[in-house]
């Protein structure tokens, strides 16, 4: 049936559509199927739209870059955390070896077109680190403060892994993949809030005297914000969050131990590891929560009505004599 005079023009009207499409068109937005039904080509999937990167990536590779001036300057590695015995042949050399993989990949970190290189060939380092720890944390399993350092280590893997999933294709393995490293991130903070309670004392002694209530209070109650942190996002709820407070507690780490004693004694190479380390972890915590903070998408989204119209018009227009 013809439309009528002075009516306005409906795109789903048989008349309007190119032979064959009017079927796609009734399954796409619920009408009956009009017109004859014939195959017309297929629509090619609309691109989703890419968001900037988010900040965590931007402090991911801040904190490359910091290491890596850090080894060159000092010609070292960030001890006490990426573990190199001292009887290791051309030490300085592999530490400024390191450093130049560091600073490179910093750098590339900032360039959509080299970034996915980028977060791997990082992520490949900092997982030497972590088997490096393995060794004597397996040698002597009673002591826990190898585990610990072998976990923090692992955020930084887990960290790299997030980003080098992102600018994949979003029907690749790693791209469907990417929140779920993300969830596997929350079992670092069970070591870390492990780690506090088996060197209580220790780790008492470097929390400022100046904040109340007291020394040891703020270690328990860290201890249990990185256990609330680890259930959340293991767990899924409300997880984006936790992720984005763990990140706020250890950039205050940073700023209330670790800078006020790197102000105090400039020219130790220790504190000036401690502060890239803490800031590395909160990086890794921070691209995490953004990882875990964008919606979940489907690899194949559903068609949108709108989008279809106007891939049908534009086939009209196209096939037009």
């Known amino acids: 049936m013809a439309p009528q005079a002075g009516a306005p023009h409906n ?4 008349a309007s559509i190119p032979q064959g499409v009017a079927l796609r068109v009734g399954r796409a937005t619920g009408g009956p199927l009009t017109g004859p039904v014939t195959r017309m080509p297929a629509l090619s999937p609309m691109p989703e739209p890419r968001n900037p990167p988010a900040l965590g990536l931007y402090a991911f ?5 910091f290491l890596g001036v850090l080894g060159l300057v000092w ?6 955390w990426q573990r190199v015995g001292l009887a290791v042949p051309h030490r300085a050399a592999l530490a400024r070896l390191a450093a130049l ?3 490179a990949c910093g ?6 077109r080299t970034r996915r290189a980028a977060a791997g060939l990082l992520t490949a380092l900092y997982a030497i680190f972590v088997v490096l720890w393995i060794v004597p944390a397996v040698a002597h399993p009673a002591i826990y403060d190898s585990w610990g ?3 923090e280590e692992l955020s930084l893997v887990f960290g790299g892994l997030v980003l080098f999933a992102a600018p994949a294709s ?3 393995p790693w791209a469907r993949r990417r929140r779920l490293i993300g969830r596997l991130y929350g079992i670092c903070p069970i070591s870390c809030g492990t780690d506090h309670l088996v060197y209580l004392a220790g780790a008492a002694a470097v929390v400022p005297r100046w904040i109340p209530p007291g020394q040891k209070f703020w270690v328990i109650a860290t201890a249990d914000f990185f256990f609330l942190a680890a259930i959340a996002i293991l767990s899924g709820i409300l997880a984006g969050l936790a992720a984005r407070l763990l990140t706020v507690m250890i950039l205050l780490f940073g700023a209330l131990i670790w800078a006020p004693k790197l102000a105090a004694a400039p020219h130790t190479h220790f504190f000036w590891s401690a502060n890239a380390i803490n800031f590395a972890l909160a990086a890794a915590a921070w691209v995490v929560s953004d990882a875990l903070s964008e919606p979940a998408r489907s690899a194949r989204s559903p068609a949108r009505p709108m989008a279809i119209l106007e891939r049908i018009d534009d086939y009209r227009n196209r096939t037009a004599v």
Request: no cysteine; charged share 5%; glycine share 4%.
């Open 11 to 14: 795109p789903l009207h048989s």
């Open 107 to 112: 750098l590339g970190l900032l360039w959509p």
């Open 149 to 151: 350092n072998v976990f």
């Open 61 to 65: 590779a801040a904190a490359a870059l």
């Open 101 to 103: 993989v560091e600073l």
């Open 170 to 172: 979003p029907v690749s």
């Open 75 to 80: 010609s070292d590695f960030a001890v006490n």
